[in-house]
Nanobody, 112 residues
Framework: QVQLVESGGGLVQPGGSLRLSCAAS????????MNWYRQAPGMEREWVAA????????NYADSVKGRFTISRDNAANTAYLQMNSLKPEDTAKYYC?????WGKGTLVTVSS
């Protein structure tokens, strides 16, 4: 059974940092690209970042480029999203995705 479990969300002040994790199980993690998405209240879900199966290639949405870093540890079956210089507009529920499978998300709130 495929499972993706996000963690690491929380409340942070503008300019702060958070590191999200996505723990995967039930499939061969190292064979799949991983993606992070987010959905703000009242908004559509948007793609944030992607990393190839080996970790050798990454891509980012323009809105997070230079502030967020996606990475993965295939030995630990875990993907990460390091978020720096957070802004109030980064407030959203963050989801990881592998193939057609989604996690349930972790909430990030950026507020003073």
């Amino acid at each position: 059974q495929v499972q993706l479990v996000e963690s690491g969300g929380g409340l942070v002040q503008p300019g702060g940092s958070l590191r999200l994790s996505c723990a995967a199980s039930g499939f061969t993690f190292s064979r799949y690209a991983m993606n992070w998405y987010r959905q703000a209240p009242g908004m559509e879900r948007e793609w944030v970042a992607a990393i190839s199966s080996t970790g050798g290639s990454t891509n980012y949405a323009d809105s997070v480029k230079g502030r967020f870093t996606i990475s993965r540890d295939n030995a630990a079956n875990t993907a990460y999203l390091q978020m720096n210089s957070l802004k109030p507009e980064d407030t959203a529920k963050y989801y990881c995705k592998a193939d057609q499978y989604w996690g349930k998300g972790t909430l990030v709130t950026v507020s003073s």
